[in-house]
């Protein structure tokens, strides 16, 4: 019999070719680096936030809208099941406070050793260095041409990822595969990238951590969209969680309105900076703000504020504190784009969903062709949602490819 051929060893792929092995398939996967899994090793700076403790619905909240195609993959394989093969394996994970689970070793390395063991244990056959070229679908099989010659394959799973951080071997094959096809594919762009930003001034901030603050993404045409959370400045621009959650809305050129302290009122905000200036006496404004916002921020927002920096707290009155209420409220900046493909953890758009049967993940097009993984058009918040997605589909669809095949579609673990 033909074997099923999963084409990408990240970690979608190794959860396919794994489960579709221990379900009794003849398994081949197929990865054009010379190393498997060369993403899963950066994820989490090198210590794989491999899941998260949420609840199974807050996960699925957790995609933009998109995650109910998720249920079936997660009814089948979610956090428990996940951690427990990988306990089987030899790693073991614990979560931080954050309901981040890592291993507890820290390395992203254990992870990717642990998903080889699991594959490898069911008898999968892994092959690198094979670059697949393109796809044919035949009446009964697919002809897969690889850089090392042609394969013959009964049944295909397609697990190359997306088309963000090129260099560890996402570049987006997979979206020319599957529309060679016939598949439709959502225009692919960054998601999780921080941003750029114009005004010079920004380049002094870098390093800044501002923690929970609130921030409008204004753009023409587009609706405003508005996120809470910790920002970071950067030698470019703005990062940070709030940030790189906000990304994936860009879609040009934008301003983003930042508000310093969002658990107060613009009104009230003025009255503390008043009751402030009254108590400050001899002091300058410059250093009578130190309660409302980092002391690096005070110059550039008097500078927007239009106030002037060494006048006497004793002097400024109530619409001085108004003007710096406002500017501490609503920082404007100007975004000329994220910091690129190259540098998004995760790429939002990517394989139609509705051309996929979710129970399944079996095109809907093809007979035989399945998807997992971030090629699929899905990308989640930062917080282990994108790996656990990547395994609970990867598994769903080496499952589904396996059973379709043999006809045992109850072959458990
Ligand atoms: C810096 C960074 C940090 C991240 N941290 C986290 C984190 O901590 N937690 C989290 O949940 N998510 C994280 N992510 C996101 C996560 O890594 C991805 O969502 C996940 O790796 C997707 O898995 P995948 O198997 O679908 O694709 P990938 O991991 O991208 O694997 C695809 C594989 O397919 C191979 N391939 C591509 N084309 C071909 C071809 N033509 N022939 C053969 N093989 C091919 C590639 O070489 C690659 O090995 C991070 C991403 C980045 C960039």
């Not at 099923?4 to 009794?24: F, K, S």
Request: proline residues 5%; aromatic residues 6%; neutral net charge.
């Amino acid at each position: 019999m033909l074997p099923i051929v999963v084409i990408g060893a990240g970690p979608a792929g190794l959860l396919a070719a794994g489960r579709a092995a221990e379900c009794g398939a003849a398994v081949r996967l197929l990865e054009k680096n010379h190393q498997p899994g060369r993403k899963l090793l950066i994820t989490g700076s090198g210590r794989c936030n491999i899941t998260s403790a949420v609840d199974r619905d807050t996960f699925i909240g957790q995609f933009f809208g998109q995650g109910r195609f998720l249920y079936p993959a997660l009814q089948t394989m979610y956090r428990e099941e996940l951690l427990d093969l990988l306990a089987k394996s030899g790693v073991r994970c614990q979560v931080d406070h954050q309901c981040k689970y890592f291993p507890t070793t820290n390395q992203a390395g254990d992870v990717l050793a642990a998903l080889l063991r699991y594959g490898q244990k069911q008898g999968m056959h892994l092959v690198t260095d094979s670059a697949v070229l393109s796809i044919e679908k035949k009446p009964d099989y697919f002809e897969i041409m690889t850089s090392q010659g042609t394969i013959l394959a009964a049944a295909v799973i397609l697990t190359t990822g997306g088309m963000t951080y090129p260099v560890t071997g996402s570049t987006g094959d997979g979206y020319r595969l599957a529309a060679h096809l016939g598949h439709a594919i959502i225009p692919p762009r960054p998601a999780l990238a921080p941003l750029i930003i114009e005004q010079p001034y920004i380049r002094e901030l870098a390093g800044l951590s501002l923690p929970d603050v609130e921030v409008r993404l204004v753009q023409p045409g587009q609706k405003t969209v508005t996120r809470r959370g910790d920002l970071l400045l950067t030698h470019k621009g703005v990062s940070g969680p709030v940030i790189l959650r906000l990304s994936r809305e860009l879609r040009g050129s934008a301003s983003l309105h930042i508000n310093l302290q969002p658990s107060m009122t613009r009104p009230e905000l003025a009255s503390a900076i008043l009751e402030q200036f009254e108590h400050g006496g001899r002091q300058h404004i410059k250093n009578c703000l130190d309660g409302f916002l980092p002391h690096r921020l005070v110059i550039p927002l008097l500078a927007a504020a239009g106030v002037e920096a060494d006048r006497m707290a004793s002097q400024a009155g109530r619409r001085c504190a108004e003007q710096i209420a406002l500017a501490i409220s609503d920082w404007t900046l100007t975004v000329t784009g994220t910091q690129g493909i190259h540098i998004a953890m995760v790429t939002a758009g990517g394989i139609a969903l509705r051309e996929i049967n979710p129970s399944t993940l079996e095109s809907r097009l093809v007979p035989g062709l399945y998807f997992a993984g971030e090629i699929l058009d899905l990308d989640g918040d930062t917080g282990g949602f994108n790996l656990q997605a990547a395994c609970s589909t990867g598994y769903l669809a080496g499952q589904s490819a396996a059973a379709a095949l043999l006809g045992n579609p109850g072959n458990q673990r």
